[in-house]
């Protein structure tokens, strides 16, 4: 019998190898004097770790039983819009003159953020 | 009884609706008001937090519509709304990556919100016709 991986542990794996790329690419960028296309190809890097994130993402959400479903729907429900909230806040701050403009590193935190405040909310919500 | 449940999720539609356009109302006024007027820095912040609690409450009224939602639509919703979150991930660190590297010029974050509902959308679509 063919053995198959579990959606789960690659999208750990992705994870993983994405967040070490994260962190060796920007000193990379950031630290060395490269010719541009070796720039462009390290800035694109990422992008192949995470569309592997996605793929593994997407199968492993039609695994999950009825409950982790509604938790995981109810984390995404608060997580998203809040972003969009956050941002849109940030985005009027900004044009009154109280902070300076958003930064990627920013959206990421702020995404990883709310992903944990709404998985605890739904948490406690479905205990 | 029939009757009464549709009667209910117009109330629900109509809501929604209302909520998104007091929700623009105020993001237009609050940025017409910023951009013509010179105020106090206590009244400037107030002016810029204006568009938030209808937001927040656009917010409530979204979640509450989710829970209420069916099986199949849950489904579909779920997909959607993960295909939407990692994908905005994926293009904040492409891009970022792409201005360290020089590529593109430095741009202002906050218009990434039309990213995140363009890829709600594709992702509706890609869910919707996979459970068709």
Redesign the interface.
């Given at each position: 019998m063919k053995k198959t991986f579990h959606p789960l542990l690659i999208f750990s794996l992705a994870m993983a190898i994405l967040l070490a790329s994260?962190f060796i690419?920007?000193w990379l960028?950031?630290t060395q004097q490269l010719s541009a296309p070796v720039?462009?190809a390290?800035?694109?890097v990422?992008?192949s770790a995470?569309?592997v994130?996605?793929v593994m993402?997407?199968r492993f959400?039609r695994r999950l039983d009825e409950l982790q479903?509604?938790i995981?729907?109810?984390t995404?429900?608060?997580?998203?819009?809040?972003?969009?909230?956050a941002?849109?806040?940030?985005?009027?701050?900004?044009?009154?003159?109280?902070i300076s403009?958003?930064?990627?590193?920013?959206?990421?935190i702020m995404?990883v953020v709310l992903?944990l405040v709404g998985y605890v909310i739904a948490r406690r919500r479905y205990r | 009884m029939e009757n009464c449940g549709h009667r209910g999720g117009m109330r629900a539609v109509m809501l929604m609706l209302s909520v998104s356009l007091l929700a623009g109302f105020t993001?237009v006024l609050?940025?017409w008001l910023?951009?013509h007027y010179q105020f106090g820095a206590p009244l400037?912040?107030a002016?810029?937090?204006?568009?938030?609690p209808p937001?927040?409450w656009?917010?409530v009224v979204?979640?509450r519509g989710?829970?209420a939602l069916d099986e199949m639509m849950?489904?579909i919703?779920?997909?959607a709304?993960?295909?939407?979150?990692?994908?905005?991930?994926?293009v904040?660190?492409?891009?970022?990556?792409?201005?360290?590297?020089?590529?593109v010029p430095?741009e202002?974050?906050?218009q990434?919100?039309p990213v995140?509902v363009g890829l709600?959308i594709i992702g509706y679509l890609i869910a919707w016709w996979r459970y068709k």
């Open positions: 994260v690419i920007t960028l950031e720039r462009l390290l800035a694109l990422p992008v995470w569309t994130c996605l993402e997407l959400l479903r509604r995981l729907l109810e995404l429900a608060i997580a998203f819009p809040s972003l969009a909230v941002i849109l806040g940030c985005e009027y701050l900004r044009k009154a003159g109280f403009s958003l930064k990627p590193d920013h959206v990421l995404m992903l | 993001a609050s940025s910023l951009k400037r912040l002016v810029a937090l204006l568009p938030v937001f927040i656009l917010f979204l979640i989710v829970r849950q489904r919703t779920l997909e709304l993960a295909f939407s979150f990692v994908g905005t991930a994926l904040v660190v492409t891009y970022g990556y792409l201005q360290r590297a020089g590529f430095q202002n974050w906050s990434v919100w995140m709600y």
